[in-house]
């Protein structure tokens, strides 16, 4: 079993960190670029949604896989286009794939990649599918106050899609989560209470609670994981966590004491497009030559609910 494939769409408007600056005179550029380490961010544009992301990522990852052979349909979002049906069921229709295909939803945010991937491959190994196609998108930009200094120099929307086989010499797992809903209120959507440029629902984010959670519960995950895995932390080749910002991954990094080389990061250019992270740092890892094929590398994404989830997978 292995992922065979994988390929992105991400908005297509840009905004640059200079350009939210000059909208908010009060925000300091390098302050802010010093802790996010994201220089741009990419928008849905009014003809976008999630949804049409999505689409767009699927057709460019089915250059390289038969669309005639997905028999599994995994959507992760929490921006759906719609909760009755399920979103999967609209895309399955756009996308033309067969009928003996399952398709359902999954709301996750920053864990969702992963917790899609555990659900691909149980279905997989027991045979009830042979070829899923994982899809994670994103459109936080709606949620977010253009004033919102902590979210708004952050959050991408995106889409990614991912090609996972029964066949092939790698192998996807074992898996660790972890859970601690007493932090949902600390990256969460509330009532819009006049805040102008958004919708009816606004994000909010206490960034520093969030980031506690981040620095207890992901490197003992990680180091659980390994050791569930029989490994050592030498053993891995790559690590690819969610791309959240620089400060999160620089504290994970020391505290694990990660060669930099090891850790792969793209958030300068593309900024957090939540579930969407980690499949998207993959293809740019393998478009960059450093995600080659016979490499032991960990994933794990963690952020709102909390929830966190990781997994060892070879290439």
């Known amino acids: 079993m292995q992922i065979s494939a994988i390929e992105f769409k991400l908005g297509s408007k840009i905004e640059t960190l200079a350009e939210a600056c000059e909208h908010n005179p009060d925000w300091q550029a390098d302050r802010l670029l010093a802790k996010t380490g994201i220089m741009q961010r990419h928008l849905a544009t009014p003809e976008e949604s999630p949804l049409s992301l999505a689409v767009d990522a699927c057709e460019r990852v089915f250059n390289d896989a038969d669309r005639n052979h997905v028999d599994g349909l995994i959507y992760v979002?929490?921006?759906?286009?719609?909760?009755i049906p399920t979103t999967a069921c609209l895309l399955h229709e756009r996308l033309g794939l067969?009928?003996?295909?399952?398709?359902?939803?999954?709301?996750?945010?920053?864990?969702?990649?992963?917790?899609?991937l555990s659900m691909a491959s149980a279905l997989i190994r027991t045979e009830q599918i042979s070829k899923c196609l994982l899809v994670c998108t994103e459109g936080y930009s709606k949620y977010i106050s253009p004033h919102d200094r902590t979210c708004r120099p952050i959050f991408s929307d995106g889409a990614s899609a991912v090609i996972i086989d029964a066949d092939g010499k790698g192998d996807i797992g074992p898996f660790v989560f972890a859970t601690d809903g007493k932090g949902a209120p600390n990256l969460t959507l509330k009532k819009n209470n006049g805040v102008a440029g958004v919708g009816d629902q606004i994000l909010h984010m206490n960034?520093?609670?969030?980031?506690?959670?981040?620095?207890?519960?992901?490197?003992?995950?990680?180091l659980r994981l390994i050791d569930k895995a029989g490994f050592a932390l030498g053993d891995i080749d790559m690590f690819v966590f969610h791309q959240a910002s620089k400060v999160v991954l620089d504290r994970v990094r020391r505290k694990l004491d990660i060669k930099e080389t090891k850790m792969f990061?793209?958030?300068?250019?593309?900024?957090?497009?939540?579930?969407?992270?980690?499949?998207?740092?993959?293809k740019e890892a393998r478009s960059a030559g450093v995600l080659t094929p016979d490499m032991t590398v960990l994933l794990m994404g963690f952020g709102v609910g909390y929830s966190l989830a990781g997994c060892i997978i070879r290439t």
């Open 77 to 83: 979002t929490q921006s759906p286009e719609s909760t």
């Open 207 to 222: 960034g520093p609670k969030v980031l506690d959670f981040t620095m207890e519960a992901v490197p003992e995950s990680v």
């Open 265 to 282: 990061r793209n958030y300068r250019d593309m900024g957090n497009t939540v579930s969407a992270t980690i499949p998207v740092a993959m």
């Open 98 to 116: 067969p009928e003996n295909c399952l398709a359902f939803d999954l709301n996750q945010g920053c864990s969702g990649f992963v917790y899609g």
